[in-house]
């Protein structure tokens, strides 16, 4: 449900995107990604040995960032300490604002608005640079597990990974979260995050398993690509945040730095990402408007939102799913 309505939200960037930059999927690309539709043979080896890295990297990478304990020397070799000493971690209660569909600058941003997730391919270095300088923590966003035929890199997923197309989303097909050129997209997206000076990453759409991906994905194939995706931020000094995903909270928080969950009041669910508000991380929560146009919110809608059971803790503001401008905070 709730990666519905990011897709909802995504569309209307989208739409505003392809008008401004003239980019639609071409015929042949829909048609490529049409008949890439089949099953692939499960990358079990691959796996094993992802997970198996991950667990290694992953202690030893919590420990430096919770502790500042050095890892220890049976770490595999990883980048220096000194990057992993500067992963940040924002503290419970940050507040927030979710402006994936405008474009966030220093005139438009709130200055008391601390921690601001931006899209990765549509946000200037010079942007995030001068929103970090403002002192604002920013973040950049991406799906993980989805390819959105009108990203630069969108040529690089091999076919057999793409799968079923997100429902109502026809220039959005579900990934196989399993394939490693998969994972080597991502890691590449997490190295331009890095250099163009965002502290943290964003991956939406990491729960295919709970949609019809058009692969047999499990939870444990999210678990495992979470850890590979938290791992490879940390490689890189960045936090990670986990998206969604409340069925795996308890199996992930200790590598990711903050979650992001929408609509767990609409849908009774904010309970499920209380275990990141005990470890003494952030929970960014959203919930939107029914109506796009909307210029207030209702008491009733406000005090759901704002108030809702596990809901202690949390970041918590009201936007349009079009993740415009326009916000109420809690
Ligand atoms: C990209 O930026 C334009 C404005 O510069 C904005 O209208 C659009 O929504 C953004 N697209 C994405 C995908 O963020
Ligand atoms: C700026 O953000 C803070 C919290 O982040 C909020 O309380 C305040 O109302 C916002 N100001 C405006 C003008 O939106």
Same mark, same amino acid.
């Given at each position: 449900?709730?990666?519905?309505?990011?897709?909802?939200?995504?569309?209307?960037?989208?739409?505003?995107? &392809?008008?401004?930059?003239? =980019?639609? @999927?071409? +015929?042949t690309s829909w048609k490529r990604r049409l008949l890439a539709r089949k099953k692939i043979i499960i990358f079990t080896m691959v796996g094993v040995v992802a997970l198996g890295l991950g667990l290694g990297l992953g202690i030893g990478l919590s420990q430096a960032a919770c502790t500042g304990a050095k890892p220890t020397s049976t770490s595999t070799p990883s980048p220096s300490p000194s990057s992993k000493a500067s992963i940040i971690q924002p503290s419970v209660g940050t507040t927030w604002?979710?402006?994936?569909?405008?474009?966030?600058?220093?005139?438009?941003?709130? &200055?008391?608005? =601390?921690?601001?997730p931006v899209d990765l391919e549509n946000t200037s270095a010079n942007t995030i640079t001068a929103l970090k300088n403002a002192g604002h923590t920013v973040i950049c966003y991406f799906s @993980?597990?989805?390819?959105?035929?009108?990203?630069?890199? /969108?040529?690089?997923?091999?076919?057999?990974?793409?799968?079923?197309?997100?429902?109502?989303w026809p220039d959005e097909? *579900?990934?196989?979260?399993?394939?490693?050129?998969?994972?080597?997209?991502?890691?590449?997206? =997490?190295? &331009?995050?890095?250099?163009?000076?965002?502290?943290?990453?964003?991956?939406d759409n990491i729960d295919g398993y709970t949609n019809k991906p058009g692969f047999d994905l499990t939870e444990d194939d999210t678990v495992d690509y979470v850890r590979y995706m938290a791992e490879t931020a940390h490689n890189a000094g960045l936090a990670y945040?986990?998206?969604?995903?409340? /069925?795996?909270?308890?199996?992930v928080v200790d590598v990711a730095q903050w979650a992001i969950n929408e609509e767990c009041a609409e849908y009774n669910e904010c309970a499920d *990402? /209380? +275990?990141? =508000?005990?470890?003494?991380?952030?929970?960014?929560?959203?919930e939107y408007t029914d109506d796009d146009d909307a210029t207030t919110v209702s008491p009733s809608k406000l005090s759901k939102a704002c @108030?809702?059971?596990?809901? &202690?803790?949390?970041s918590s503001v009201v936007k349009h799913y079009s993740l415009d401008n326009w916000i109420v905070y809690c």
């Open positions: 449900m709730s990666a519905t309505v990011q897709k909802e939200a995504e569309a209307h960037v989208n739409e505003a995107s &392809s008008q401004a930059n003239s =980019i639609t @999927a071409t +015929p604002d979710y402006p994936l569909g405008f474009s966030l600058t220093t005139s438009n941003a709130n &200055s008391s608005t =601390i921690f601001y @993980a597990g989805s390819v959105e035929d009108y990203r630069e890199d /969108a040529g690089d997923f091999p076919s057999e990974a793409i799968g079923n197309t997100l429902d109502g097909k *579900w990934l196989d979260i399993r394939n490693v050129k998969v994972r080597e997209v991502m890691a590449t997206r =997490i190295a &331009s995050a890095a250099s163009k000076g965002c502290v943290g990453v964003d991956p945040g986990l998206k969604n995903g409340g /069925a795996i909270v308890d199996r *990402w /209380a +275990p990141f =508000i005990e470890a003494g991380k952030p929970v960014f929560h959203v @108030a809702a059971d596990g809901q &202690s803790g949390f």
